[in-house]
C-alpha cells in the first residue's frame, strides 16, 4: 500500500465511497424500493453531497453518465463483478475493464476490485488483482479491495478472524484500502484494524437498516480506528439520502456521536 490521503476519494484521512454497483451485482431488486434509484442520474445527483468522497460505479455507467458530473463527483471504476443469474461452482469475479481504461478514458480517481479469498478460483484472482495493483500504481490511483471471503471452506463470512484474514490479505496484496464487512462490534473491528497496519479499513454498508442501527455501526468503526464507509442500499433507498448523508458526514468528519447527528 502507499499514503495516498491527498487523493480526492480521502477527506481528513477518512472516505465515504457511495457504491452504485448494484445494477449489475444484485440486479434490478436492489431499485425496488426508490424506484428512481434505478436512474444512474438520481445516484450521481446524490453523489454530489459534501459527505460523498467518491462514487463506485461499473465502466459502462462510468462511460454513459460521469461526463456530465467530472467537476462534482469523484469517480471510482469498479473493475470486476458478476451478475446475480450466473451459478458457478464457486465464487469468481470476472473483470470487466482495465486500469488504463478507467483512468485514461474515464477519468477515474480510484479503483476497486473485489476479493473472493477462500474460493476455489483465489489463485486467478490473485494474480489478476496483481495485475490491477501493479497497472494502478503507475497511473498514481489507489486501489480499493472489496474483501469479501467467500468459498466452500469459509462457513461463516461475518467472523471476525475470517474478515480480519481478509483485509490482511488486502494488505499482502497491495491495496490502499480495503471494505470489509461489519463483524458486529467496535472490538471487532478493532481486531481487523490490529491486522491491517496502516491500510485503510472501511465498513461495507450492507442491506438497509435503520438510521440508528446504521449510525452506530459506522460510529463503532471510526472508534475503533477504521476509515469510513463504502455504502450503497442504506443510501440510496432512502427516499431522502441526503439526510442520512448529513449525519453520517458528522459522524464520519466530524467525530460526532450519533446521538448528535440523530
Known sequence: MRDFDDSPIVRNGNSLILAYD?????????????P?????????????HEAVTALAVQKGVAETY??????????LVKLNGTSDLWDPDDYYSPKNCTVQYAVEELGADAVGFTMYAGSDYEGSMFEEFRRVQEEARR???PV??????????IKNDKKT?????ASRIGLELGADMVKCKYPGSKTAWEE?????????????????????????????????????????RNVFQRENPEAILDK??????????PDQVL
Do not use: C
Request: overall charge negative; cysteine-free.
Open 22 to 34: 448494484h445494477g449489475l451485482e444484485h440486479g434490478p431488486v436492489d431499485f425496488e424500493p426508490v
Open 139 to 141: 497511473y498514481g490511483v
Open 144 to 153: 480499493v479491495m472489496w474483501a469479501y471471503p467467500r468459498g466452500r471452506p
Open 161 to 165: 478472524s475470517i474478515i480480519s484474514y
Open 248 to 257: 453520517l458526514e458528522g459522524v464520519i468528519f466530524e467525530e460526532k456521536q
Open 66 to 75: 460521469y461526463p456530465e458530473y467530472e467537476d462534482e463527483v469523484n469517480l
Open 36 to 48: 428512481e434509484s434505478a436512474n444512474p442520474r438520481h445516484v450521481f445527483e446524490v453523489a454530489k
Open 192 to 232: 481487523v484494524v490490529a491486522v491491517s497496519g496502516d491500510m485503510k479499513t472501511v465498513m461495507s454498508g450492507g442491506s438497509k437498516t435503520s438510521d440508528e442501527a446504521f449510525l452506530e455501526q459506522v460510529h463503532s468503526v471510526i472508534s475503533a480506528g477504521g476509515n469510513g464507509l463504502a455504502v450503497g
